[in-house]
C-alpha cells in the first residue's frame, strides 16, 4: 500500500521557520523525483521544490529561492521542506509527491499557516 505522509506543518510567525517531513512507503522512493506543492486557499496548487532520484539535483519557484530548501534521505524514505523566513503569503497547505514514468502519489498534506 503506497503510502505519503507529511508532517511537520503549524503556525509559525512571520520570519519563523518549520521543517516538513514526507514519510514515503509502498514502494521504491529512491527512484522516484519527490517534489512539494502548496495550496493556498481559493489558489491553485503550485510546485514549490523539486528533487530528483539520481544525484538529488534540486530546483524551485522563484518565490522561495535563498529561503526554501529541499532534501531526502533515501535511507529512511523521508523527503524535508526546510523553509526560513517564511512570509504570511505563504500560508497553505503544503503536499509531497512522488513521481516515476506513469507512477504518481500525493501526499494528504499538512497546513502552514503564517501570521502574528
Known amino acids: 500500500q503506497v503510502q505519503l505522509v507529511e508532517s511537520g506543518g503549524g503556525l509559525v510567525q512571520p520570519g519563523g521557520s518549520l521543517r516538513l517531513s514526507c514519510v514515503a512507503s509502498?514502494?521504491?522512493?529512491?527512484?522516484?523525483?519527490m517534489s512539494w506543492y502548496r495550496q493556498a486557499p481559493g489558489k491553485e496548487r503550485e510546485l514549490v521544490a523539486i528533487?530528483?532520484?539520481?544525484?538529488?539535483?534540486?530546483s524551485y519557484v522563484d518565490s522561495v529561492k535563498g529561503r526554501f530548501t529541499i532534501s531526502r534521505d533515501n535511507a529512511k524514505n523521508t523527503v524535508y521542506l526546510q523553509m526560513n523566513s517564511l512570509k504570511p503569503e505563504e500560508t497553505a497547505v503544503y503536499y509531497c509527491?512522488?513521481?516515476?514514468?506513469?507512477?504518481?502519489?500525493w501526499g494528504q498534506g499538512t497546513q502552514v499557516t503564517v501570521s502574528s
Open positions: 509502498g514502494f521504491f522512493f529512491s527512484a522516484y523525483t
Open positions: 528533487i530528483t532520484s539520481i544525484g538529488g539535483s534540486t
Open positions: 509527491r512522488a513521481r516515476l514514468y506513469s507512477s504518481d502519489y
